[in-house]
């Protein structure tokens, strides 16, 4: 199992602040989100280079766990070249070596990623993990091959009685765990069934990505202190020449 | 093996035991060892040349199976070892905690698992090995001529691919490797040929579910054996590979973490092991264990800070 840092706990950083911020507190793994700014998936990036991203983050010992599909950005997985703000999403995925993640509610408006071999559907958190599972596991052979994501949310509802019966179903399927909460937010999710699922999921064998994202987007603010970034994420984002951005592990 | 029948081999092996003798098929004398928590090579060049005198058998099932601890045996056997000889200790599950407790006597180990309750461990101190064919010691013990800095040696029958990183300015040895391993075929080896131990490159290997086995010849030369791991099916372990439990506590609430490592420690079996994932050094967690379960599990640091503690916590049957 490998500890990822998502950049939904730092939606404002760049790339090399997210690798950065990864080191500092131990991360070996990132999970990036679409729409953040890390803006790889941006064709406005200035040099924006997926090849070069991956690079980085290999020298600097970070594994990329996958490119997350954002909440309201199912469309995008069908769009190409055509669509002027945004990459064709299933070519950066595979210039940057990880899975697509989408939500399953999704899936059926993306019937094209199916066959590409880089799609991890995204079973959402709470009650609705299983039955969501049997409807991808509907969806004919190829569907029920699909590797398979989970969201962990332990702050909108006890885990407990949800963790053993997917973990069972899932089996070894199951290759990304997002859990909403950890890092800052640790000692305030007791009772939630957290130790109980990391428990399981040692047990189980898993060998996959535990991803960790803020619970709620007010608590960002704690993320980032906690990542050691005092104040906004810098502007090196923006900066043309990405040389100028360092990884700083102070 | 050189100058020993196989069928006398694996019939002395069942001597005394009436354990049916393998199908040629299965003819353990040739085939790795398969992998549990522990990493595992090809045989060493030095153990399939060995003289039968210079082999010590210590069978340990029988006292295991009555519950007794036969430590006192097995460490008077390794006294009492001669120069050059190699400890094939042979037991009912694999002696993960012996490995750490040899290691530091000097020895190194290789392993055969025979089945779910026979294992074969061979003891041996490494430098005292014959040597390969060219006229040092092989990477895997095969002979092979080391390749240019950064080129995987072409993949012989054998299943080792060897790496020489030496020469290479980080981070291109740990790029290369982990760019080797992503092509590995299965029930292959990787051996990489480095200058020192590349401690940034075993967490990321345990973590994509490598085993590996780091081997220091001399200074400046060390080799690290690299071998995948199978995945495990849901719900217990498998008659054959185990992946790596890891048991990462670092987002678990306080509260909830001790229990959560005990859950896990008392869900395993006898030779079993686990990793344990924390951002500081659990010692009282090992204040604990000493109270709650003394002489019953294994402690043994594989990464000290100062960022993550990784700890490889076993039962010992």
């Known amino acids: 199992m490998r500890l990822a840092l998502s950049s939904a706990a730092a939606p404002d950083a760049s790339f090399d602040e997210l690798l950065a911020a990864c080191l500092r507190r131990g991360f070996s793994a990132l999970e990036l989100e679409c729409g953040h700014g890390h803006l790889l998936d941006s064709v406005r990036a200035a040099g924006g280079d997926a090849a070069a991203a991956r690079a980085r983050a290999a020298g600097a010992g970070i594994h990329l766990a996958g490119l997350r599909l954002a909440p309201d950005n199912g469309e995008a997985v069908q769009s190409g070249p055509d669509q002027r703000d945004q990459v064709d999403l299933l070519a950066l995925v595979r210039s940057l070596g990880v899975p697509l993640l989408v939500p399953a509610a999704r899936m059926a408006r993306a019937p094209r990623a199916l066959d590409t071999g880089r799609v991890m559907v995204v079973l959402p958190a709470g009650g609705a993990a299983l039955p969501a599972l049997d409807e991808v596991d509907s969806g004919g052979r190829s569907a029920a091959r699909l590797p398979l994501a989970w969201d962990v949310d332990p702050t909108a509802a006890d885990i407990s009685t949800v963790t053993g019966d997917l973990i069972a179903r899932a089996g070894s399927r199951l290759r990304h765990v997002r859990l909403y909460g950890g890092g800052p937010e640790s000692s305030g999710q007791e009772g939630r069934g957290i130790g109980s699922l990391m428990a399981r999921l040692a047990l189980s064998g898993f060998t996959g990505t535990l991803a960790l994202a803020p619970s709620r987007a007010s608590h960002r603010v704690a993320w980032s202190a906690w990542l050691g970034q005092r104040g906004g994420w810098g502007c090196g984002s923006t900066a043309k020449d990405r040389q100028l951005v360092t990884l700083s592990t102070s | ?317």
């Open chain 2, 1 to 317: 093996m050189a100058g020993i029948d196989a069928d006398e081999l694996v019939a002395r092996l069942d001597q005394g035991h009436r354990m049916p003798t393998p199908e040629p098929e299965t003819d353990m004398t040739d085939s790795l060892p398969i992998l549990s928590e522990q990493p595992t090579v090809a045989r060493p060049a030095g153990l399939t040349d060995l003289d039968p005198g210079q082999i010590v058998d210590l069978d340990v099932r029988a006292e295991l199976r009555a519950g007794e601890e036969p430590f006192s045996k097995i460490m008077a056997a390794r006294r009492d070892l001669a120069e050059g000889a190699v400890l094939r200790l042979r037991a009912i599950f694999e002696p993960v905690p012996l490995y750490a407790v040899l290691r530091k006597q000097g020895f190194e180990h290789w392993t055969e698992r025979l089945s779910d309750d026979d294992w074969i461990v061979w003891f041996y101190r490494p430098g005292t090995e014959p040597t390969g064919g060219n006229g040092a010691p092989g990477a895997g013990g095969h002979g092979e001529s080391v390749p240019e800095p950064g080129a995987a040696a072409p993949d012989p029958a054998d299943g080792v691919v060897v790496l020489d990183v030496r020469g290479l300015d980080p981070p291109e040895p740990m790029l290369q490797t982990l760019k080797v391993l992503e092509t590995l075929p299965p029930d292959h080896t990787l051996v990489q040929i480095n200058v020192k131990e590349p401690r940034f490159l075993l967490p990321r290997l345990a973590e994509l579910g490598f085993a590996y086995d780091v081997r220091e010849q001399e200074p400046g030369l060390v080799r690290v054996f690299i071998r995948r791991k199978g995945e495990v099916a849901v719900g217990g372990p498998t008659t054959g590979n185990r992946a790596v439990r890891v048991l990462d506590v670092r987002v678990i609430p306080p509260r909830e973490k001790h229990p959560a490592i005990f859950e896990t420690f008392k869900a395993l079996e006898p030779g079993e092991s686990f990793v344990l994932v924390n951002d500081h050094d659990p010692r009282p967690l090992r204040y604990q264990f000493d109270y709650e379960h003394a002489g019953e599990f294994g402690w043994e640091y594989l990464e000290q800070g100062p960022v993550v503690w990784r700890v490889q916590i076993s039962r010992v049957g």
